[in-house]
Each structure stands twice: as structure tokens, then as C-alpha cells.
């Protein structure tokens, strides 16, 4: 069955830190990936996806994430980390013929000032 | 309105309540989904609805019984729920059929609920 795992529960970095969050999946064919944001009290928002093409995706907040098939991982990146981005981060993938997304158990993030 | 709304943004009910939450998209999807979000576990989906047809049911108990009347608009009606029902109700919507990569779910802010 298709999974994704999130190694890492909580994560803390610094401010102005480079950040990177875990994640691997685990799906036979070409995996649609996604990750959300979660702001406490919030629902998920949307900061990247990769279908297709190009393997480093950007996304919104300065955040990227690179697509690696050997390795079946799909890490997010920020080169430098601010105080509003201490949130919870989920990894998820496209499952169940493309209507269905099954999501990690998330990487708390905190940021140190 | 834009987005995903979610009514109320926090419930507080007794096990013999009968109550409903609200779900309301503005983004043009025909694909909505109820999700629970319990502390420590996984997002976990509850009902799929494409064409307003309900197409998944994930083993969910009867005192959650969803509804959508349209392609914009889910129901989740509750009673008689349990202590351990109390999470949050997260609601979703996408495109359906997926296309042209297009398989990314937009997710409303939740309904806080606690069960008491």
C-alpha cells in the first residue's frame, strides 16, 4: 500500500537557519507529492507539489522541495528560516487512482529567535 | 467568501447532541472531503464525494453521517458522538477528475470539536 513517512516529529532551528524536513514515500508508479502547511488553530495550506518535469520545485514561501526516485524522497527545503514558520508540515502523496491524498504524521517546526 | 469555509470554527456538544457542520467551497471543485485530525495520529480521510455521489466511506461509524446537496456545499451531521470523536473536522475540495497535474486538495480552517 501506497505510505509516506515523516521521520521527524519535531524539528527546531534557529532563525535565519537553513531548514530541511524528511520525507519518503512509498508507491510503485510515478508518485504526485505534495506538502502542506499547518498554523496552529488552521487548516492545511498548500506550499508545493511535483507531477511531473522538472525534479526541484519552488514553491510559496521560499520553500522548495526536490524529487529524488532513488532515493524516494521528497524533502522540503528553506535556505533560511523565519520566526513565521513555526508551524506543523505535512508530506503527502496521491493515491487510490488520483482523488485520494494520504498524508505523513507531520513535522512539528520551531524556531528559535 | 473565498476559498473553503468551514461553520462553526469551534463546537462543544454533549454525546446526546445532535449537531452539523458546515462546509462551503468557492473555488468551482466538483470533489469534497471530510477529514478527522486527532492529536498524535495521521490526517485521516473520512468521506470522498465526486459529482456530489459519495464514493468513500473509511469504515467511518454511523453517528457520522455526511451530506452534499451540491458540488459546493458538505454536511457532516453528528449524534450521540463519543469523547474520543473530539478532534478536528477538517473539509476539502479538488478538482475531479484530476487533470494536468491538478490533484492538490484546498482545505478549509476546521471545526474544533469537543465532545464532552
Known amino acids: 500500500a501506497q505510505s509516506v513517512t515523516q521521520p521527524d516529529i519535531h524539528i527546531t532551528v534557529s532563525e535565519g537557519a537553513s531548514l530541511e524536513l524528511r520525507c519518503n514515500y512509498s508507491?510503485?508508479?510515478?508518485?504526485?507529492l505534495f506538502w502542506y502547511v499547518q498554523s496552529p488553530g488552521q487548516g492545511l495550506q498548500l506550499l508545493l507539489k511535483y507531477f511531473s518535469g522538472d525534479t526541484l520545485v519552488q514553491g510559496i514561501k521560499g520553500f522548495e522541495a526536490e524529487f529524488k526516485r532513488s532515493q524516494s524522497s521528497f524533502n522540503l527545503r528553506k535556505p533560511s528560516v523565519h520566526w513565521s514558520d513555526a508551524a506543523e508540515y505535512f508530506c503527502a502523496v496521491v493515491t487510490g487512482g488520483g482523488n485520494k491524498l494520504t498524508f505523513g504524521t507531520g513535522t512539528q517546526l520551531k524556531v528559535e529567535l | 467568501e473565498t476559498g473553503v469555509t468551514q461553520t462553526p470554527r469551534h463546537l462543544v456538544m454533549g454525546m446526546t447532541n445532535k449537531k452539523s457542520l458546515k462546509c462551503e467551497q468557492h473555488?468551482?471543485?466538483?470533489?469534497m472531503y471530510w477529514y478527522k485530525q486527532s492529536a498524535k495520529k495521521p490526517l485521516e480521510l473520512m468521506f470522498v464525494?465526486?459529482?456530489?455521489?459519495?464514493?468513500e466511506n473509511n469504515s467511518v461509524p454511523s453517528r457520522f453521517s455526511p451530506e452534499c446537496p451540491n458540488s459546493s456545499h458538505l454536511f457532516l451531521h453528528l449524534h450521540t458522538l463519543q469523547p474520543e470523536d473530539s478532534a478536528l473536522y477538517l473539509c476539502?475540495?479538488?478538482?475531479?477528475?484530476?487533470?494536468?497535474?491538478?490533484?492538490?486538495?484546498?482545505f478549509g480552517p476546521g471545526t474544533r470539536l469537543t465532545v464532552l
Open positions: 473555488l468551482g471543485h466538483n470533489a
Open positions: 476539502a475540495s479538488s478538482h475531479f477528475p484530476p487533470s494536468g497535474g491538478a490533484y492538490e486538495q484546498f
Open positions: 508507491y510503485g508508479a510515478t508518485p504526485y
Open positions: 464525494y465526486n459529482f456530489k455521489e459519495q464514493t
